[in-house]
């Protein structure tokens, strides 16, 4: 399984963002995919995440509401639309993917990551 996740940048506060991810090497049926972010000097958090069949979609508390994932079959991809950004949500961003059907909110218990893109909100 291969995630390539792109469309991080440098936005103001306020502005909006959306990252995709695209998903090869597998048939993701029964997969779960996830996006994560990590901020300088601070731990690995888990931001939302999806069941590829079924739509069961999760968020982080501190981005409900302003952030949403969805998905494209089609195109075998994942996006993360980011809406209202704060400058607390500058990290590098990383797309994930397990094969099963749950959203974790442990990195652990996703196998597959992305490269990260970088996502910096000046205030």
């Known amino acids: 399984v291969q995630l390539q996740a792109f469309g991080g940048g440098s936005v103001q506060a306020g502005g909006s963002l959306r990252l995709s991810c695209a998903a090869s090497?597998?048939?993701?049926?029964?997969?779960?995919m996830g996006w994560f972010r990590q901020a300088p000097g601070k731990e690995r958090e888990f931001v939302a995440g999806?069941?590829?069949?079924?739509?069961?979609?999760e968020y982080a508390d501190s981005v409900k509401g302003r952030f949403t994932m969805s998905r494209d079959f089609a195109k075998n991809a994942v996006y993360l639309q980011m809406n209202s950004l704060k400058p607390e949500d500058t990290a590098v961003y990383y797309c994930?993917?397990?094969?099963?059907?749950?959203?974790?909110?442990?990195?652990?218990?996703?196998?597959?990551w992305g490269q990260g893109t970088q996502v910096t909100v000046s205030s």
């Open positions: 994930t993917a397990r094969a099963l059907r749950g959203v974790s909110r442990k990195e652990n218990d996703y196998p597959y």
């Open positions: 090497g597998s048939t993701f049926s029964t997969y779960t």
């Open positions: 999806i069941v590829w069949i079924g739509g069961n979609l």
